[in-house]
Every structure is written in structure tokens, then in C-alpha cells.
């Protein structure tokens, strides 16, 4: 077991354990967004393969999976379940509540007590668990973006079901670093989840803070999300080192800081191996200070 375990450290990225616990993830993961349909929406295209690259991640040895039951609704956790119930003992999924979906695909905040316990107990059914392994408080912001209030009544009802034995770790999402602060008085926090890449990097002073606490940071969006990362820095790099602008992007972020987690979704099992082999590059640090002219704010 060892030997495999440091064979998928290697493969994935190296490995990260969340503070106070006993659960450690390597630094390449997959987010299970993309599985649903168009705006995050409906059904996939092809289940068939959507079940397949979450089996192929797994079988690479990914053991961090991003989720929500938002996501479709429902349709991601459902595929997540009949893809890899029962989940293998090593495998750490990680969902988000904050929002539901109307009718129209619409994102509505949902943050009451009420809504997070229904939230809670709808991703407990659909993936087919006693308890979530990792819960993110999602606020919805500004956009893609944060925006400054309080979040302790909504992060208290999820500390509370913490208690009950429902949820094991907690973290945040779309968060400021004064609500991060908020939120550790709360309850202790395993991960941030905010976006963040090598072009926005709004984060970069938050990403150190936690990295001193041994707190996971995750970025989402890692890749521009709905609009991806179009620079010809990223392209010059990337055909110096004879792998994509994407691939690029991401080995960044590898290099960016310890407590660095990658999520990146895909539907299709080519982007999904292009995005594991990730792990294998090696950026100089000549090449990191020419990525990092990209979005560095003073």
C-alpha cells in the first residue's frame, strides 16, 4: 500500500492533509461540475462517459472530489453514486451548500438554517452517505467574486450539524479573508474555496495566510472557468515546455503554494488525462516569474 500511495503522490501532485485531521488528499483532485448539462443544468450529454471519468480519476488514484447537489440539480451526486458507490475508504468528497437551482437554471441563494439542513440532508440522500466528508459554506457574492457580511448564522447551522454527526469538516467558499476570520471562531476549517488562477489572483495574500495554518486553499475556476484563460505568456510557455496553455495554467498553481488543491472538471476522458499528467511538469523558476507578471496586484 505504501508503494502505490507514493506512486499517486508522485503521479497526482504530491499529497495534503486538512488540518486536525487524519484525512489526506493528493493536490490533483476533479470537480464534478461539468458532469451535468448545459449551465451546470439538466443531464450530461453522454452519462455513459460522465460515469466513466469518474471511474478513470479514481482509478488514477484521485481521492478529492468536488460536488454539489446544486449541480444539475441533483444529476451530479447521482452520477458521483453510480459511478463509485460504495466509495472506496481512501476517497474524500467534498460538497458545497449555499444555493438552489430554479426552473430557469437561475442560482438562488439558499442560507437560512432551514435551507442548509434540507441542503445538507439532500446531498447525504443522493450520494448515499451517513455523513459528508467535507462541506463548504458557499456565500453567492458578487458574481464570481465575494462580498463583505456576516456569515455566522449560516455557518453556525452548519457547526451545528457538524455536531449532530452529519457533516465531519467544515470549510467556506466565495469568501473575503474577513470572513474566513468569522468563520474560524465558528468552528475549525479545513479549505477555502474562492476563485482564483494565474491571471486573478485577488487571493494571493490569503492564499500565504492560510498556507501558515496549514489550511487547504481551492480554486476554483482554476482554468478562467466559463470563459478560459486566453494569454500569449501562457501560450509561449506552454510550447516551450511542449504541453498546453491549460496544462500550464495548472502546474502554476501546483507551484503556486503547498496548501494548493486542484479541482479541475472536465466530461470527457482525453481532458481528464490531459489534466492528471499535469503533475509531471516542472516550471523554472524563471518560467514562474514570467506566468506570475500575468496577474500579480500590487
Known amino acids: 500500500m505504501a508503494k502505490t500511495e507514493t506512486a499517486n503522490e508522485m503521479k497526482l501532485g504530491g499529497a495534503f492533509t486538512f488540518p486536525g485531521t487524519a484525512v489526506t488528499v493528493y493536490r490533483i483532485g476533479y470537480g464534478a461540475m461539468r458532469l451535468s448539462g448545459p449551465q451546470i443544468f439538466g443531464p450530461p450529454k453522454d452519462r455513459k462517459e460522465a460515469v466513466a471519468v469518474l471511474r478513470e480519476a479514481v482509478d488514477a488514484g484521485v481521492n478529492h472530489i468536488d460536488t454539489s447537489d446544486y449541480y444539475g440539480p441533483h444529476v451530479t451526486n447521482h452520477i458521483i453514486r453510480e459511478a ?6 481512501s476517497l474524500t468528497v467534498v460538497t458545497k451548500l449555499g444555493a438552489r437551482r430554479g426552473d430557469d437554471a437561475s442560482w438562488i441563494p439558499a442560507l437560512t438554517p432551514a435551507e442548509l439542513r434540507q441542503g445538507a440532508h439532500d446531498n447525504l440522500r443522493n450520494l448515499g452517505v451517513d455523513a459528508l466528508d467535507v462541506v463548504n459554506l458557499r456565500l453567492m457574492g458578487n458574481g464570481h467574486g465575494p462580498s463583505e457580511g456576516s456569515l455566522a448564522e449560516s455557518f453556525e447551522a452548519l457547526a451545528e450539524l457538524q455536531r449532530q454527526g452529519l457533516i465531519r469538516h467544515l470549510g467556506v467558499s466565495n469568501v473575503t479573508a474577513k470572513q474566513v476570520e468569522e468563520a474560524e471562531k465558528i468552528a475549525p476549517l479545513v479549505c477555502v474555496q474562492n476563485f482564483y488562477n494565474v491571471a486573478q489572483r485577488a487571493d494571493d495574500t490569503l492564499i500565504d495566510a492560510l498556507a501558515a495554518k496549514g489550511i487547504a486553499y481551492v480554486p476554483f475556476f482554476p482554468l478562467g472557468g466559463f470563459t478560459p484563460l486566453q494569454s500569449g505568456t501562457l501560450n509561449d510557455v506552454a510550447a516551450r515546455l511542449k504541453a498546453t496553455p491549460m496544462q500550464v495554467a ?29 503533475a509531471e511538469m516542472r516550471i523554472s523558476a524563471a518560467e514562474m516569474k514570467e506566468l506570475d507578471g500575468m496577474g500579480r496586484q500590487s
Do not use: D, K, M
Not at 463509485?84 to 475508504?89: D, E, F, N, W
Open 84 to 89: 463509485l458507490h460504495p466509495y472506496p475508504a
Open 250 to 278: 495548472l502546474a502554476w498553481l501546483l507551484h503556486r503554494a503547498p496548501n494548493v488543491l486542484l479541482i479541475p472538471g472536465t466530461s470527457t476522458l482525453a481532458h481528464l488525462r490531459e489534466n492528471l499528467a499535469t
